[in-house]
């Protein structure tokens, strides 16, 4: 396994690249398989700024690939904390749509 510091868009894209090819994918096939447009994927690809979060990361975990981020304890803390407040609230609208 390698460690692989992504700070910018491009670096994001040169790791899809990287994963699609590994995979030995086409790029209008991994976009149909992944449920995105041929377009998307290769300006993601190429690191083209302003791609929407949601779609990005949606190809990340589609090809496999697994984000994680270091921080300090003091933020780690903080969002267990917000993310198990989110998830109490999340639960709690669901039972009461019920």
Known sequence: MMRI???QPIDIGC???ATRKAQNLRQDD????IGVSDVFL???ENGAPG???????????ELGIVLYVDVSDNVSQK??????????????????KR
């Open 42 to 44: 290769g300006r993601l």
């Open 30 to 33: 991994a976009a149909g398989s």
């Open 79 to 96: 969002y267990l904390e917000l993310k198990k407040k989110r998830n109490d609230t999340f639960h709690s609208n669901i039972l009461k």
């Open 5 to 7: 510091p992504l700070t």
């Open 15 to 17: 790791l899809i690249r």
């Open 51 to 61: 791609a929407r979060l949601d779609k990005a990361l949606q190809v990340l975990n």
